[in-house]
């Protein structure tokens, strides 16, 4: 049986993440990024969930995603109300969840053709 590589339909595939890098194709990332299948927005520049404002999320807002993942590092947390309003007042969800299912989560709405945005938050 021959075996072939599988290459997604979209530009921006996350291979990996965890609390401290990902891999965007084969691009290794070690800060915070915005990711959406046809579009990366390096150096966001929050670099822990404690410093998110709602202003942050101008720039995820402003690619019209349906639905917004929040990579909050190795383990999950969550964001400020403010944050939350900002997106919800948009008709937008906003789900956080660490960054490996997050990574997870994002490839599979994207293979699934959504308009899926990943804001991931990376110490560096």
């Not at 804001?119 to 560096?124: E, Q, R, T």
Request: hydrophobic content about 45%.
């Amino acid at each position: 049986m021959p075996l072939s590589q599988e290459h997604p339909d979209y530009t921006y595939a996350l291979r990996a993440a965890d609390g401290r890098h990902a891999k965007v194709n084969d691009q290794i990332l070690q800060q915070s990024f915005i990711l959406m299948p046809d579009e990366l927005v390096e150096r966001w520049p929050v670099q822990a969930l404690e410093q998110l404002q709602a202003s942050h999320m101008e720039a995820v807002l402003a690619l019209s995603p349906a639905v917004i993942l929040l990579g909050t590092g190795e383990r999950q947390l969550f964001p400020k109300t403010d944050v939350l309003a900002a997106c919800l007042t948009r008709g937008i969800g906003l789900e956080a969840m660490t960054n490996a299912a997050a990574a997870r989560t994002y490839n599979v709405l994207a293979s699934e053709g959504r308009r899926v945005a990943l804001a991931m938050v990376l110490p560096g």
